[in-house]
């Protein structure tokens, strides 16, 4: 993801503050964010409220500070969060004040048709189970209150760092499922389009279910080195070759099983739909703005046997601690993804960074204290 808009912001702020307040990074409208004082969260009724110890940038939040996802302004932001219990509310069991959790980016109620269906994404409707930072106060902020706590706080392994679990809650997540609901079979080739944190999180995740060539598409060659280590078998440069041509030909022409589109642009859109053979799967995790639209060509108009499948980061405690699972016992390891450290007090400085993807950032880990 490459963004060139400057994020505005208020300088010289203090990270003093007064007792029963906290700082956040609040969302003020026309690209403008700034640490603000505000009060320290109760937690309600099968509410949890977190002190915040890491949190990252995610590229959805440059998109909502440029306005190209709405939210209402005086919004904290961010979804990406580890922390400490600091206040249990009524009805929520099994957990202790003090102890580590990964929240999850996608929170769901657990309750509702769509969860009970397995639609945890969606909760209460499209998109719903993304709330933090969405549709209520996100965790780029000293504490968070997180809804329906019992459902999406998983207890982290002392033998596991913050840094260690921190992209589990996002882009992990997200990256592993496009193989998940593209039903990746073993042996199966994947073309991951753009290699920014989730295409290389996508290629892991074509690592993990079994898939025999993996091919990882961008123009960055940091990038594609990375996405080497992560299980791809070839980088193909964008600036040097046609990746369609250069993948039809390592393919025989066959095309491939699976074409994941990691970026949320039209251009990669089709691209990933022009490599891929007939019955494949173009398994889309980009956040698309403006019109999306698909040529009639490659997509046989409309009788090739194609799927496409869309997912959204899916959520909830069972999914954090499978993931825990993995990198307990050394499957993966998304530390290096974390190129860049700020204290909370720099998280504008963060933003700004990342929004213009300077000096070869992936993800910045925010120390919040």
């Known amino acids: 993801m490459r963004i060139q808009t400057d994020v505005l912001t208020e300088a010289g702020q203090s990270m003093q503050v007064k007792p029963g307040t906290m700082k956040a990074l609040v969302f003020n409208g026309d690209q403008r964010i700034s640490l603000e004082d505000r009060s320290i969260p109760k937690a309600g009724p099968s509410e949890a409220v977190i002190e915040i110890t890491l949190t990252t940038i995610c590229g959805t939040d440059v998109h909502i500070v440029k306005g190209e996802y709405p939210v209402k302004r005086g919004l904290t932001l961010g979804h990406e969060a580890v922390g400490r219990i600091h206040e249990l509310g009524s009805g929520v069991s099994g957990y202790e004040v003090g102890e580590r959790v990964l929240v999850g980016a996608i929170t769901p109620c657990g309750q509702c048709n769509y969860c009970l269906g397995g639609n945890l994404s969606q909760c209460g409707g499209t998109m719903g189970g993304w709330k933090l ?10 504490y968070a209150l997180i809804p329906y706590a019992q459902a999406n706080l998983a207890k982290i392994p002392d033998e596991l760092s913050d840094e260690q679990v921190i992209l589990l809650a ?14 990746v079979k073993l042996g199966d080739s994947v073309a991951i389009f753009a290699e920014g944190p989730i295409g ?4 892991a995740g074509a690592k993990l279910r079994g898939a025999g060539q993996i091919f990882a598409v961008d123009s960055n060659p940091v990038r594609l080195e990375q ?16 990746p369609i041509e250069e993948i039809l030909r390592l393919t025989e ?22 490599v891929l053979r007939p019955g494949g799967t173009l398994s889309s ?16 108009a409309g009788l090739g046997d194609h799927k496409i499948v869309t997912t959204l980061c899916p959520g909830g405690m069972e999914r954090m601690r499978r993931l825990m699972e993995l990198v307990l016992h050394h499957r993966i390891d998304l530390t290096p993804l974390l190129t860049h450290r700020f204290t909370f007090d720099k998280i504008v400085e963060a933003y700004t960074l990342f929004s213009k993807q300077e000096d070869g950032v992936l993800k910045v880990a925010i120390r919040v204290c």
């Not at 930072?133 to 000293?142: C, H």
């Not at 882009?171 to 496009?178: D, M």
Request: aromatic share 6%; proline share 2%.
């Open 133 to 142: 930072g969405n549709t209520i106060n996100g965790v780029q902020a000293q």
């Open 170 to 183: 996002d882009i992990a997540s997200t990256g592993f499922s496009a193989s998940e609901s593209a039903q």
């Open 200 to 203: 290389l999180c996508a290629t």
């Open 227 to 242: 996405a080497l280590r992560m299980g791809a078998h070839y980088a193909i440069n964008i600036s040097k070759q046609d």
């Open 253 to 274: 022409r066959r095309g491939v099983d699976v074409a994941i589109e990691a970026l949320g642009r039209q251009e990669t859109f089709e691209n990933a739909l022009r």
């Open 285 to 300: 995790l980009g956040v698309y703005s403006g019109k999306l639209a698909i040529p009639a060509e490659p997509f046989a």
